[in-house]
């Protein structure tokens, strides 16, 4: 499974940025799927995670209450919406996915990745 993150943008602090995530073949809204992001110097750390039927989610405490994941049934895509972004918010998004009914936390848990998209968001 090829996955495509598409998205990101440069942004002032406060705005909002959608993030969608898409797979080269259909079922893929059936899969675990997380979004990592990995800031210059930093290593990839997970965002925000989906299960395969989206009955449970995974937030990282930052991002609580500002990030949404969601699976969007009519477009086959997980998406990702962000508000009101901060600076610290900036970096390279990546979605990866894996054919699992569990939430995964790890990088490593993760089987699909594509490329990410950069995300910019000025003070």
């Known amino acids: 499974v090829q996955l495509q993150a598409s998205g990101g943008g440069l942004v002032q602090a406060g705005g909002s940025l959608r993030l969608s995530c898409s797979a080269s073949q259909r079922g893929f809204i059936h899969y675990t799927v997380g979004w990592f992001r990995q800031a210059p110097g930093k290593e990839r750390e997970l965002i925000a995670a989906?299960?395969?039927?989206?009955?449970?989610?995974y937030y990282q405490n930052a991002v609580k209450g500002r990030f949404s994941i969601s699976r969007e049934v009519t477009k086959d895509t997980i998406d990702l919406q962000m508000n009101s972004l901060k600076p610290e918010d900036t970096g390279v998004y990546y979605c990866?996915?894996?054919?699992?009914?569990?939430?995964?936390?790890?990088?490593?848990?993760?089987?699909?990745w594509g490329r990410g998209t950069q995300v910019t968001v000025s003070s």
């Open positions: 989906i299960d395969w039927n989206g009955g449970r989610t």
């Open positions: 990866a996915a894996d054919l699992d009914y569990a939430l995964k936390y790890k990088a490593s848990d993760y089987k699909f």
